[in-house]
């Protein structure tokens, strides 16, 4: 079936998922100002998984807060698919958010009067729109949450929790799914079972993964790993290993 879906899929503009052209954001003015990013341009492929590397103030979240259409560039563009979200009003990136990316942040935003089921479910259904039964069921079973559906979030661990926010961010099949920092609340077992989950739904559903890390054994399940430093993309690694991207950051000063 992924086959059909690979080689039915014309090559349209949708195989860019999302992209930034000259982006530069800079908070604050004048004396005290801050440039966050300055002139990123960068694409991002569609059924691809990338990670976003640099040290810490590079510009990493500021990045990925103005793909996912959570903050805004000061100038310069950011399109999901070939929407140009500048085009957006506040309420249409709401809803562009909520219809067509997927996040999966370390605050796991659950809501706690919600079960577990309910959680995953919510962004479908307040969109109203149908999810694909057999999908969620192999969402919830790679994630082995079959027996913690009725839970509530205070009933479960971090890790568990931590796994319904990956279920939510995934039933969907959203355009994107934007991490940061994903495992970083998570323990190495639980942290390597979500990071191959990840590959195996860019791998199998063709899914789009852009994630934020500090940690280099997570960015080697990427496809690409791209760095940047003071705002600026400095450099890429394609197919990555954690040695190259560990000695890749020792250069770089991270
Ligand atoms: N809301 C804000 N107001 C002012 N400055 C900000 C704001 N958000 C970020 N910055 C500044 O912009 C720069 C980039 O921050 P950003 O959070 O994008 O970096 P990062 O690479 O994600 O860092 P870290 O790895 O520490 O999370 C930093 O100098 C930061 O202090």
Redesign the pocket.
Same mark, same amino acid.
């Given at each position: 079936m992924t086959e059909t879906l690979l080689t039915e899929t014309p090559a349209t503009s949708h195989d860019v998922a999302a992209r930034v052209v000259h982006a530069r954001?800079e908070? %604050?003015t004048g004396d005290s100002s *801050? *440039?966050?990013?300055d002139g990123v341009s960068v694409t991002f492929a569609a059924g691809a998984f990338t990670a976003i590397m640099?040290?810490? %103030?590079?510009?990493?979240?500021?990045?990925?807060?103005c793909l996912a259409g959570l903050d805004t560039l000061s100038s310069g563009q950011a399109f999901i698919g070939g929407t140009d979200l500048a085009t957006l009003s506040d309420a249409e990136r709401t809803v562009l958010r909520r219809d067509r990316l997927g996040f999966v942040f370390q605050a796991f935003n659950l809501l706690p009067t919600l079960t577990a089921a309910e959680n995953i479910t919510l962004p479908a259904d307040l969109a109203g729109r149908k999810l694909d039964k057999a999908w969620v069921d192999t969402v919830v079973s790679t994630l082995k949450l079959g027996d913690r559906l009725g839970h509530r979030p205070s009933q479960l661990s971090g890790g568990q929790q931590q796994r319904v926010a990956v279920a939510r961010a995934l039933v969907s099949r959203p355009e994107v799914v934007f991490g940061d920092e994903p495992t970083g609340a998570l323990d190495s077992k639980t942290g390597t079972e979500l990071l191959k989950f990840l590959r195996s739904a860019v791998d199998e559903l063709r899914q789009t993964v852009v994630m *934020?890390t500090?940690d280099p054994v997570a960015a080697s399940y990427a496809d690409r790993v791209i760095f940047?430093v003071d %705002?600026a993309v400095v450099e890429e690694l394609a197919a990555p290993t954690r040695d190259d991207v560990l000695e890749t950051m020792k250069r770089l000063g991270d």
């Open positions: 954001k908070y %604050g *801050v *440039v966050a990013l640099g040290p810490s %103030g590079s510009g990493k979240s500021t990045l990925m807060h *934020v500090h940047l %705002g």
